[in-house]
Nanobody
């Protein structure tokens, strides 16, 4: 059973940065494809970024060149570095792990507002 705990969310102004962390426990973290999703009020949950077990990455067009996903398997942690944040990035951000089954964290709120 994988347990995922996100941290690092908060309130920032447009143009600022945040780094989200997702700590996993319970299994061999390295075999999981990891991803960050987000859900804004009234909208569907959407994929933000994904990182494979080999370290290959994919991003939503809306965050390319601003966000970076990375993983440290020795710490069982995946990160999302978010730069040049915009008000439209405001959402609850969820960590996701997939290997035979799908697991979700509880989410962390990111609010971008002046």
């Amino acid at each position: 059973q994988v347990q995922l705990v996100e941290s690092g969310g908060g309130l920032v102004q447009p143009g600022e940065s945040l780094r989200l962390s997702c700590a996993g426990s319970g299994v061999d973290f390295s075999v999981y494809v990891m991803a960050w999703y987000r859900q804004a009020p009234g909208k569907q949950r959407e994929l933000v970024a994904k990182i494979s077990t080999a370290g290959n990455t994919n991003y939503a067009d809306s965050v390319k060149a601003r966000f970076a996903i990375s993983r440290d398997n020795t710490k069982s942690t995946v990160y999302l570095q978010m730069n040049r944040l915009k008000p439209e990035d405001t959402a609850v951000y969820y960590c996701n792990a997939v290997f035979m089954r799908t697991y979700w964290g509880q989410g962390t709120q990111v609010t971008v507002s002046s």
